[in-house]
């Protein structure tokens, strides 16, 4: 079961916490919970590992994956 089906936040709350909620939030996250978020926020985007190798040639880092999503989801409290 993923962090998001186990603790009940949605994908959408995460630009709706505030930044030091979200900061604690992003703590219990794995790499495959911050990929489902990010293919959630960015359907376009290349998150899943087989996107990735297919691309890049390597799959996206938890740590890669976890800038990635901090940096949407101020962009996302920015413009709404």
Request: proline share 2%; hydrophobic share 40%.
């Amino acid at each position: 079961m993923s962090f998001w089906k186990k603790t009940g936040y949605s994908y959408q709350s995460v630009v709706e916490i505030s930044e030091p909620a979200l900061l604690q939030l992003v703590n219990g996250l794995t790499r495959t919970d911050i990929i489902e978020w990010l293919m959630w926020n960015d359907p376009n985007g290349v998150y899943s590992d087989e996107q990735s190798l297919n691309e890049f040639g390597a799959i996206m880092s938890r740590e890669e994956g976890l800038e990635i999503m901090l940096r949407q989801a101020e962009e996302n409290r920015i413009i709404n």
